[in-house]
Nanobody, 126 residues
Framework: QVQLVESGGGLVQAGGSLRLSCAAS????????MGWFRQAPGKERDFVAV????????YYADSVKGRFTISRDNAKNTVYLQMNSLKPEDTAIYYC???????????????????WGQGTQVTVSS
């Protein structure tokens, strides 16, 4: 079992920055790809970014490419999402997710993730 706890959400003006953190329990963190997803009211949960087990590969949704950066610290069992140049359309609940240890690389589909955090609200005002 893996438990994920997100933090760092909040209210920010357009153009501002936030850094989300996701702390994971257990000893298998470094064997799992870690992803961030987001869900706006009335919409589906969409892929945002993913980082591979070692941190050597990352992949982003086109909507955040160049503005968001995903990183991880395997010694601290933590994954981060640095969000810059935020826009009102980035407003959503952001979820951290962990893949199964059998999935390598940079999975980007919800079904490839087995563990989810409770989410953290990000609100960007115009």
């Amino acid at each position: 079992q893996v438990q994920l706890v997100e933090s760092g959400g909040g209210l920010v003006q357009a153009g501002g920055s936030l850094r989300l953190s996701c702390a994971a329990s257990g000893r298998t963190f470094s064997s799992r790809a870690m992803g961030w997803f987001r869900q706006a009211p009335g919409k589906e949960r969409d892929f945002v970014a993913v980082i591979s087990q070692t941190g050597g590969s990352t992949y982003y949704a086109d909507s955040v490419k160049g503005r968001f950066t995903i990183s991880r610290d395997n010694a601290k069992n933590t994954v981060y999402l640095q969000m810059n140049s935020l826009k009102p359309e980035d407003t959503a609940i952001y979820y951290c997710a962990a893949s199964e240890t059998t999935i390598w690389g940079t999975p980007s589909h919800r079904d490839q993730y087995s563990y989810w955090g409770q989410g953290t609200q990000v609100t960007v005002s115009s």
